[in-house]
């Protein structure tokens, strides 16, 4: 174990939609359909962070919606499968430094080719704000710049 102290993510957080960049072009890349890319793009989001020294559990809401993920912080690969994206793996671990929470995702696009997703989490301004920072890149097509979703801690959390 590190002797540096990890981040922490606890708190209730809002997405803020003026400082975010759209994922639409990159669900676009993914098959995702185009009613979906939309919502996505525009809905304003909560999410509830709960973190432990080995699980980050994330509840995300929003209107007609709700998502709760967890992720294990030692790096483990853990096999998941979902009805929307079918099965994947992923992967979470501290960056070296400890300053960012790093995960990978691998699965398949609906054309069939293999992807990775990478989130790195990371909190700015004193931590005050969290920035999710998404990178996907795609077997045999080239990189597109990475998205930021930019979400503000409630002060009441």
Do not use: C
């Not at 003026?18 to 999410?47: C, F, H, N, Y």
């Not at 929003?62 to 853990?78: A, C, H, I, M, Q």
């Amino acid at each position: 174990m590190s002797s540096l102290a990890a981040v922490n993510f606890n708190g209730t957080w809002s997405l803020d939609l003026k400082a975010s960049d759209s994922p639409e072009q990159m669900m676009k890349r993914m098959g995702v359909p185009w009613i979906e890319r939309k919502l996505a793009a525009s809905t304003k989001l909560e999410a509830t962070y709960h973190q432990t020294e080995h699980l980050l559990t994330v509840t995300t809401r929003g209107p007609g919606f709700s998502r709760v993920e967890t992720f294990y912080l030692d790096g483990r690969v853990e096999e998941k499968n979902e009805k929307r994206t079918g099965p994947y793996t992923i992967r979470t671990a501290w960056s070296k430094d400890r300053k960012q929470l790093i995960s990978t995702s691998n699965f398949r696009i609906r054309n069939g080719k293999n992807a990775e997703l990478i989130v790195a989490r990371k909190l700015t301004k004193g931590g005050e704000t969290l920035v999710l920072t998404q990178t996907l890149k795609i077997s045999g097509e080239p990189d597109e710049p990475p998205v930021d979703r930019v979400w503000q801690k409630r002060s009441d959390s």
